[in-house]
């Protein structure tokens, strides 16, 4: 019980960011047409791509001779980056159509 | 110094997380929104790499390898989100939120390894955020690839006996191994049967959930590899992958939410499933003796050239035909003969919210012309013809009129009040929830069968004539 409460304590920093990112993140939602809910989600796909940014630094730690560590974290990497990369490209793709037809007509 | 320089730079991606987020949520500010979020990314990823200090500085090897990873993710990534066909990209964004989640459970995983768990009673919160980050994000991983697979046609809808509970009981079995672990017995055995764990339970929560109700899932999935970010970031105390998860986590919820809406159901009335697994036998005694019309395809052109107003029901049908441009082809060909031709597009037509614009975007169709459900309703009863092409539940009358049927209440779009109704269809089959519809059988409707593509290339070919 008081190793939770000092675990709260210690990161009650990190917990109001979290709520407040919370409310941030429905307040931003809010009023979306429907027209724009698969490129949204798919920008939103791209964006917890960050988490690369762990395995990044997972792969900053490990010892040069740790070859399970080394593997995985490799895979990570590849994982997180596929997700970024293509969760950004595809969502541009979606959204490129959207812009054409101003300029036609 | 340098770490603080990090730390800035990490603010700043943050920042285009939530700008771009925002954009993103705006028709013309939109493209720019995601390309600011992308750069936002690429420079949190350039300072990690550059700034971020090691324990030691002499890992060049791991350095090759980061170097490597990002390489083929980028050329893999780019070169699927440059292929995909527009109408499968549900399940590409699946696809790349399934890697996400793996990767957020491959860090746990590692981190796990250089953890030392287990001394005495204490509460280890580190051990916590990395259990559930384990959890969540290979929930997210089986479960995203099940999404995918099956709206790619490789795994078909399938109930288990008794799933639901067996789902509960895993659920269960996923809490009380993390509360017994977090007592102090944790071990690398329990760790792994924990990920086995969650992974199935991943395949078994998504697999009994009916295709028609996958943008849903694949939403709530979303927000879930947000959170699993999260908690890596928490683990971190890395503030960019904290706001970028978490951001993703409450915005994919509240879209999530914002979909079920859309269907007028409750998340929870989508997750067990009324449709897809148990089909509905409600409407199917009334209109099963009934048969329906069939009409040719010159009177259909000679119908629609000599209407003032026809209205355009796109549905997934029509994305599968690769029938869009084709579909505009018709419309200017009609529009030139004085008729006034709008697409009446469902919250949910298609496989995603607004997926079906994306795809008459793609084929050119004016954004003006795509009208949504709120606006072409009350113009039904003005409208000479609706020609609905390859959508069904989404005009389905039994929505409104059968309290029995599994969609009843949704909103739906009311073609039965225009005074014709054409319906483009391969066959007689119910439409992707199951459900007969009566629409079929009424007077006024007359079906067009065929591929949408080819039934639409020759009626076009035939109002040429007209």
Redesign the interface.
Known sequence: ?E??L??IG??ME?IY??IL??????E???????????????????????????????????A?DNY???I???????????????????????????????K?? | MSINILEIIYLI?SLT??I???M????ES??K???I??VG?LI??IA??TI?Q??DNS?L??YG??A???L???I???M???K?Q?TA??Q??S???G??G???A??A???F??HEVGIGN????EFLVMLLGLIIGSVSFSGSMIAYGKLEGKIKDKVLPMNQLINVVMLFTIVALTIYQMLGYGDSTLFYILLVVALVYGILFVMPIGGADMPVV??LL??F??V???F?????????????????????T??TI??CK?MNRSLTNVLLGAFGGTKASGAKGEVGEQTAKEISISDTAVLLSYSQNVVIVPGYGLAVAQAQHICHELEQLLEEKGVTVNYA?H?VAGR????M??LL??A?V??ER?Q?MEEVNPRMANTDVVVVIGANDVVNPAAKKDPSSPIYGMPILEVDQAKNVIILKRGMSAGYAGIENELFFYPKTRMLFGDAKDSLQKLTAEVKEV
């Open positions: 019980m190793e939770s000092n675990f210690e990161n990190m960011f979290l990112a919370i409310l941030l993140g429905v931003v939602i809010s009023n979306v047409p429907a027209i724009l809910h698969t490129p949204l989600m798919s920008g939103a796909n791209a964006i917890h791509g960050v988490v690369v940014v762990g395995a990044i630094i997972v792969m900053l730690h490990a040069p399970p560590s080394l995985v974290g490799f895979l990570a990497v590849v994982m997180g980056t596929l997700n970024v990369v293509g969760g950004f490209v595809v969502t541009d793709r979606m959204l490129e159509m959207f812009k054409k037809k101003p036609k007509s | 991606a997380f939530v771009g987020l925002k993103l949520s705006h028709p939109a493209r929104g995601n390309l979020a992308a990314m949190a990823v990690t790499i971020y090691p324990f890992k090897i791991n390898l980061i490597l990873g990002l083929v993710g980028t893999i990534g780019t699927m989100a440059k995909v527009m990209m549900p590409m964004v696809f790349f939120n890697m996400g793996a990767c957020a491959l860090i995983i590692i981190e390894q250089n204490s509460f280890d919160g694949i939403s979303n927000s590899t947000g699993a970010a999260a890596g970031g928490f683990l971190y105390g890395n503030k960019a992958m904290l706001t970028g998860g978490i951001l993703v986590g409450s915005a994919g509240i879209l914002l979909m859309a597009i919250p995603m919210p607004g997926h614009n994306v975007a793609e050119d004016p954004y795509m949504e």
